[in-house]
């Protein structure tokens, strides 16, 4: 009889590519991850933000206005052309008076901002112009990819108001809504000015 004499088992091809092959394909695999990373990071979301000493805090002294005004709007998408419909409450409407006790007045223009969740490069900023009772129309071209988007209506006058939403675009209508974390009185949101330590004057 012939006697067979086996390879050792370090020797067999198979057990070269389990040992070797398979880390070093995980060493390549987390090296393109990791450039891939620093290449394409995340956009930082954009939002109301201020610096108090070395505290930072978000600012929403925006959206607590719209809420005490009652402001509320729905933005309509037709193909480039974006139109909104800024709504008061009917107590504002039939007194011609804001609740503050200023004036009814439709500011002449506003600003939207609708950004991208996590690609900066996708962000748009418009003007949208007072057109007549309650309405102001702009234009704007979005990517037409489905993606989420965090959308910014605002007024930069004397009332320096902002609704805000979370949409995934493109979609024909979007509802604003002042924020309902006010809803109780002088609740605030967490990490607000109103929390902030008195200071010496």
């Not at 393109?32 to 070395?54: C, E, L």
């Not at 009772?133 to 004397?158: C, H, M």
């Amino acid at each position: 009889m012939t006697n067979t004499q086996k390879e050792p088992w370090y020797k067999n091809p198979f057990m070269t590519i389990f040992v070797i092959g398979l880390p070093a394909l995980v060493v390549v695999i987390c090296i393109f991850f990791i450039i891939y990373a620093i290449r394409v990071q995340d956009s930082t979301v954009r939002d109301d933000w201020y610096m108090d000493g070395k505290m930072l805090y978000q600012d929403a002294t925006r959206d607590q206005l719209a809420h005490d005004l009652g402001i509320f709007g729905i933005m309509r998408f037709d193909g480039d052309n974006v139109s909104f419909e800024l709504r008061y409450p009917s107590d504002t409407l039939l007194s011609g008076k804001l609740r503050d006790s200023t004036p009814l007045e439709y500011p002449k223009m506003l600003a939207v901002s609708i950004s991208h969740a996590t690609d900066s490069t996708k962000d748009k900023d418009l003007s949208i112009r007072y057109v007549g009772e309650n309405r102001y129309e702009g234009k704007v071209t979005l990517d037409e990819t489905p993606a989420k988007y965090y959308l910014q209506v605002s007024n930069d006058g004397i009332h320096n108001w902002r609704l805000v939403h979370v949409q995934k675009l493109p979609a024909k209508n979007v509802a604003f809504s002042p924020l309902d974390s006010f809803d109780e009185e002088r609740q605030v949101l967490p990490d607000q000015r109103d929390l902030r330590p008195a200071q010496n004057q």
